[in-house]
């Protein structure tokens, strides 16, 4: 750009653009160098990708109209060529479009959809806040990327319509947009049960932050301000943690807000589903939001850098996350490995408030962005959702992230990335995000497992090395239940925290109306499955198989190895299965396709159905198809029309039915042998083919799938990848990419999952009912009844060193007896305390992980043994005969603790009130930290449920201790001036002042 053209770019911006502009360095071509290139290798890759996006773009293009289309937003996708028009390295060839040709495309599209807004008296788009003000962010902003190519008309549009959707929001005041249907953010209430208003509360907000960004100084900026911030503190509202918040954000206390946008335990629920990717709906506006901002130079509202409650969801997030980057999600449907629509939350979070673990999260997705677009469907980044205005979408988000990038790089420079190790560490945990969401969580260094327990969405899932790629986790896929549609009828989750329990672990036990299932995971990332036979073909896993280089894992086959040998499964091509199934020759008149196990979100769709006599032609042809249901459009007689383009599916609500089936009347009898059935991505998991002479009674001649291992010795490698062991009377079996653990009739077994190669089985014999493992070393005690049991685990040893866990067992010659006692339908995990050298005979009652008191057998002379604490020195002790010794070691943590408070969620959260310090401190079990409270500082620790407080207690550091008033809680809104009673919250209230104790215990017991 010539210096002439830069002052005319100035002149229109208007002095306080102008400052803005240069501030910025993202206006084009103003303060980058000619030459410069992306500012780091994670840009980078946004910007190639977006030029083999363009291939994409450029296919929408409307030849006839002259513009991109209307259609999906996809006109949206100017903002992607935007940044590719005002950046250098522009690449013809990888765009598939020339520079110039580009720029007219998309000059032409900004002229007409501006001119076309509703806002500036158009009839095609915009105004409407749902979804067209999502679209209209993008819009924008790439106008102003393009502003100095713009005509004057063009230009006063963009103003028009930035200015209008400001003043059109505003006067609704928290009403409803009359355009936008049934969506409501239910006024500034909000709502969390069903639909999360979160997502609704951001698009009220983004519709008002380009006219804050551009035009600051109109009349009107005042109340697009008040609403902005109103909108914005209300997303990710909750009352219980708000209330105890008097910092002021833009001017207003968090304690004011009134939304309750979340479940109490920071999960966001939308669509009824649970799926931590609608919690990044928070930061995805405010990167859209942002853009403006640092675009135009204007200050960043503070909501967006202190967004209430936004660390606290954050923290769920990287509970949640994958290798890849994104969460996983068990409970979503559609909307998995959306990559490029994902981008945009971790580069706000890395780039604009300087979040290394986000900036780690965001490199290991734009590092499988490039393989995942060239995957077919090719060019397209998010090809695995059923929703045509996610790809636009995508493409401008890419490029608002790619922006953020270039802000961050004039601002402070690069953010840089904690590595693997660190990540894993900060984002492992556990949580039970309760009964309603259905989620009970836990993400180790090495896996990521869940129980899932929301109708619907039914299933324990397991994720070794949190592979975005391995299992199908996804919606309606089973995982070790076969079905995911199975009633619930209790729930019972147990969790094990490092900080109270000295490891992170949890137990979910679900009753059906068939039996019990349970799932325990271990801090190692291995899991124990076991069950009482709840179905038939229990123990599913359904594993990814495609050929997606550069991506860990999908090289095209997985090899699963047995005791009985090995078998590889080449990938197969989306949508393209085709099944040949001979048979012994028969007559019939009639031939049918009887399902047996539908796809779990679609159900069964064929392309055509064949019928064959050895090599003779298709009899079906010159047949009449039915079929149990039909979708309109897709009725029966297209399976047999020969037509590769038409198809048969089931109808929408048939879907999850199981026996749906297409039949065809061969007008006669005939003789067949085969049939060959080419089926959509609605692909039947498990069908019969059966045979009849009058279409009544159905004779069994073929069973789709043949398993291509069965295995009877309990062991499978799944590619390296995973291992599991099986103790059950059922084979395992692989049949294509699914995996059955106990394949056949229901019948009870247990499961090891290993996050590496299959280990020898731990179940040991521990008596009806109950199912007990030693796995990685932990003892695992399921009871599967509904009534209480006891009895003794037979826990083998290794020489003469014996494990000894929590409670009482006895030293045998081969190993322990250890007594258990558990309530109905529970699940304990046991860390083994210490490690016992000795003879048989001797008795072990360990206490807590310091203490273990130790009974030597009948005899007459002492019994020497040794005694090792997990993680501490060995000690020799000497037995008196049939005398009790405790053996205790002072310098180790008691583990269990009995403190209630230890680990709990604490308010007020980030951004904390000025003068204090993180209340988190007074609660983390290091007596090193404390509470700094402030001027009248007070704090709230969340117990996780209500509970029978019998005591509180403070402790202090050196210094002068300020007054403090203990209050107790059961909804975290309205406090009680106690000690004692029933309370899910308890807060400290003091009168702290300048150079005062800090608070470095808050201890909470029954």
Do not use: C
Not at 489 to 500: G, L, P, Q, S, V
Not at 512 to 522: E, K, P, R, V
Not at 662 to 687: C, H, I, M, N
Not at 830 to 855: H, I, K, N, Q, W
């Amino acid at each position: 750009m010539g210096e002439l053209d830069r002052r005319q770019v100035l002149r229109l911006l208007g002095a306080g653009g102008a400052a803005a502009a240069l501030a910025s360095g993202l206006l084009p071509s103003i303060a980058r160098a000619a030459d410069s290139g992306p500012p780091d290798a994670v840009a980078a890759t946004y910007l190639r990708v977006l030029l083999r996006h363009t291939r994409w773009a450029e296919q929408q293009f409307d030849p006839v109209a002259g513009t991109y289309p209307l259609r999906d937003f996809t006109f949206a996708v100017v903002l992607g060529n935007a940044v590719l028009l005002t950046r250098d390295g522009y690449d013809a060839a990888i765009a598939g479009v020339g520079r110039e040709t580009l720029r007219d495309h998309t000059l032409a599209t900004i002229r007409r959809f501006a001119a076309s807004n509703r806002l500036v008296g158009g009839t095609e788009w915009g105004r409407k806040l749902f979804f067209d003000t999502t679209f209209q962010s993008y819009f924008v902003l790439a106008a102003r990327l393009l502003w100095t190519d713009l005509d004057d008309a063009t230009r006063g549009n963009v103003e028009r319509i930035t200015a209008g959707q400001a003043a059109y929001t505003t006067a609704l005041g928290t009403g409803d947009d009359p355009d936008s249907g049934s969506w409501t953010p239910n006024g500034l209430r909000g709502g969390h049960v069903g639909d999360t208003k979160l997502e609704e509360m951001g698009v009220y907000a983004q519709s008002l932050a380009p006219a804050l960004a551009w035009a600051p100084a109109d009349p009107r900026a005042g109340g697009w301000r008040e609403a902005f911030g109103a909108w914005s503190r209300n997303e990710a509202g909750l009352p219980a943690a708000d209330l105890a918040n008097p910092r002021l954000v833009d001017g207003r206390p968090i304690s004011a807000n009134t939304a309750a946008n979340l479940y109490d335990t920071f999960l966001v629920e939308n669509h009824g589903s649970f799926g931590p990717h609608y919690q990044e709906e928070l930061w995805r506006t405010s990167g859209r939001n942002a853009m403006h901002f640092l675009a135009a130079g204007t200050p960043l509202p503070e909501v967006l850098t202190a967004q209430p409650n936004g660390e606290l969801l954050w923290r769920t997030m990287l509970l949640m996350t994958s290798d890849a980057g994104e969460p996983l999600m068990p409970m979503v449907a559609d909307r998995e490995h959306l990559y490029g629509r994902d981008v945009i939350p971790l580069a706000f979070r890395a780039q604009v408030l300087g979040d290394r673990h986000a900036a780690h999260a965001e490199a290991q997705l734009a590092a499988r962005l490039e393989p995942y677009q060239a995957y077919a469907p090719a060019d397209r980044i998010t090809k695995f959702s059923g929703e045509p205005k996610y790809e636009p979408e995508a493409r401008a988000e890419l490029a608002i992230s790619y922006l953020l990038h270039e802000w961050r790089a004039s601002h402070g420079g690069p953010v840089v990335p904690v590595g693997d190790r660190e990540f894993a560490a900060h984002a492992a945990g556990v949580a039970d995000f309760g009964a309603g969401p259905g989620l009970l969580a836990h993400r180790s260094p090495a896996a990521w497992a869940g129980t899932v327990s929301k109708p619907g969405f039914v299933k324990f899932a397991w994720q070794p090395h949190h592979d975005d790629w391995l299992f199908v986790l996804g919606g309606a896929n089973p995982m070790l239940l076969p079905s995911t549609n199975v009633a619930v009828r209790e729930r019972h989750a147990t969790t094990y925290t490092k900080i109270r329990d000295g490891f992170d672990g949890t137990v979910g036990v679900l009753r059906f109306d068939t039996g019990y299932a349970t799932f325990a995971t271990l801090p190692t990332g291995a899991a124990v499955y076991a069950s009482t036979g709840v179905a038939e073909g229990e123990g599913v896993l359904n594993v990814y198989n495609l050929s997606m280089p550069g991506v860990p894992g999908l090289d095209g086959d997985r090899t699963y190895t047995a005791a009985e040998g090995s078998v590889t499964l080449k990938a197969q091509t989306p949508g393209v299965r085709t099944d040949d199934l001979t048979f012994a020759p028969v007559t019939a008149r009639h031939v049918r396709m009887l399902g047996v196990q539908p796809d779990p979100q679609y159900g069964y769709s064929l392309w055509a159905f064949e019928v064959r006599d050895g090599d003779g032609p298709d009899l079906a042809r010159t047949g009449t198809a039915s079929a149990s249901s039909a979708a309109p459009g897709k009725e029966a007689k297209y399976a047999v029309d020969g037509d590769p383009t038409s198809r048969w599916a089931v109808s929408t609500s048939d879907r999850p039915r199981a026996d749906s089936w297409l039949a065809v009347d061969l007008g006669a009898p005939r003789t067949v042998d085969r049939v060959r059935l080419s089926w959509e991505a609605a692909a039947g998991r498990k069908y019969r083919i059966e045979t009849s002479a009058d279409g009544v009674a159905w004779t069994l001649v073929a069973s789709y799938p043949v398993p291509a291992l069965s295995s009877t010795r309990g062991r499978l490698d799944i590619d390296g990848r995973a291992g599991i062991t099986v103790a059950g009377p059922n084979p395992l079996t692989v049949t294509g990419d699914r995996v059955t653990l106990s394949d056949g009739p229901p019948a009870p077994f247990v499961a090891e999952l290993y996050p590496g190669p299959a280990k020898a089985s731990g179940r040991v014999p521990a008596g009806a009912a109950v199912e007990a493992t030693v796995t990685d070393g932990f003892l695992v005690l399921l009871n599967l009844s509904g009534a209480a049991a006891s009895g003794t685990a037979i826990i083998p040893g290794h020489g003469s060193t014996r494990r000894l866990y929590r409670g009482e067992q006895t030293v045998t010659r081969t190993g322990t007896e250890f007594s258990y006692a558990l309530a109905a339908a529970e699940g304990r995990i046991e860390p083994p305390r210490f490690t016992l050298t000795g003879p048989a005979g001797v008795r072990a009652v360990v206490r807590d992980a310091s203490r273990v008191e130790l009974t030597a057998p009948a005899g007459l002379l002492p019994v020497p043994v040794t005694v090792t604490p997990d993680g501490g020195r060995a000690r020799p002790v000497l037995l008196p005969p049939r005398r009790t010794v405790p053996v205790v070691f002072g310098d180790l943590r008691p583990y269990p603790l009995a403190d209630l408070a230890l680990g709990a969620v604490t308010f007020p959260a980030e951004p904390l009130p000025p003068g204090m310090s993180s209340p988190a401190a007074a609660v983390d079990d290091d007596p090193a930290t404390a509470w700094r409270p402030g001027p009248g500082g007070r704090m709230v620790a969340d117990l996780g449920a209500v509970t029978a407080v019998s005591a509180v207690e403070l402790t202090w550091t050196r210094g002068r201790v300020p007054a403090a008033t203990v209050e107790l809680s059961v909804d975290g809104v309205t406090y009680t001036a106690t000690r004692t009673g029933p309370a899910r919250y308890v807060a400290v209230r003091t009168d702290w002042r300048s150079g005062d104790a800090g608070l470095t215990r808050l201890s909470v017991r029954t």
